[in-house]
T-cell receptor
Framework: DTEVTQTPKHLVMGMTNKKSLKCEQH?????MYWYKQKAKKPPELMFV???????INESVPSRFSPECPNSSLLNLHLHALQPEDSALYLC??????????????FGPGTRLLVL | AQSVTQLGSHVSVSEGALVLLRCNYS??????LFWYVQYPNQGLQLLLK??????LVKGINGFEAEFKKSETSFHLTKPSAHMSDAAEYFC????????????FGKGTMLLVSP
């Protein structure tokens, strides 16, 4: 199994809603990542989890709250988002957080629309 | 800091023609370099990677890339384009200080006409 799965595929939410994005991998990877991708732009790194601990937070607003309940699962909790947060949210994982085993494999993404 | 520059936001080719997507990198140390492809409304798929084992790297779907240190380039090629190759292509470099985060180029949209 070489797949990263993400749910839901699409999400529409209001600015007062609370929602969560889910990412799962069963490859035994020990690093997981959240990216945000706006239309016609490259992905931008948001968070890195290494061995279930938050290792990198790229100055992301607190309305985005990541969580790594176990080594296979990564969540992104959303609260009080703004319309400009509408984007494709990509999850990725890698065998290791650095070195030769750090090749990242991406999920299909969740397309988020904030109204 | 490491970075990559992709020349050309759009490249148009005819089906069966050579595909050449350009990527130049900036790095003070030997980099890990990657090409990813993104089809519409999908995530990124790893096409190929350079890790200093060989300068000519073969990837999936008939793509290959050649690492040229003298030109600081890692251009992506395919001898004969297929309609299904139409997608966005991202070159990326992996930082090697601390955690191995990816830095992406701005992307090149490949358009294939019949």
């Amino acid at each position: 199994d070489t797949e990263v799965t993400q749910t839901p595929k699409h999400l529409v939410m209001g600015m007062t809603n609370k929602k969560s994005l889910k990412c799962e991998q069963h490859m035994g990877h020990r690093a997981m990542y959240w990216y945000k991708q706006k239309a016609k732009k490259p992905p931008e790194l948001m968070f890195v989890y290494s061995y279930e601990k938050l290792s990198i937070n790229e100055s992301v607003p607190s309305r985005f709250s990541p969580e790594c309940p176990n080594s296979s699962l990564l969540n992104l909790h959303l609260h009080a988002l703004q319309p400009e947060d509408s984007a494709l949210y990509l999850c990725a994982s890698s065998q290791e957080p650095l070195g030769p085993g750090a090749d990242q494999y991406f999920g299909p993404g969740t397309r988020l629309l904030v109204l | 800091a490491q970075s990559v520059t992709q020349l050309g936001s759009h490249v148009s080719v005819s089906e069966g023609a050579l595909v050449l997507l350009r990527c130049n990198y900036s790095s003070s140390v030997p980099p890990y370099l990657f090409w990813y492809v993104q089809y519409p409304n999908q995530g990124l798929q790893l096409l190929l990677k350079y890790t200093s084992a060989a300068t000519l790297v073969k990837g999936i779907n008939g793509f290959e890339a050649e690492f040229k240190k003298s030109e600081t380039s890692f251009h992506l090629t395919k001898p004969s384009a297929h309609m299904s190759d139409a997608a966005e292509y991202f070159c990326a470099v992996r930082t090697n200080s601390g955690y191995s985060t990816l830095t992406f180029g701005k992307g090149t949209m490949l358009l294939v006409s019949p």
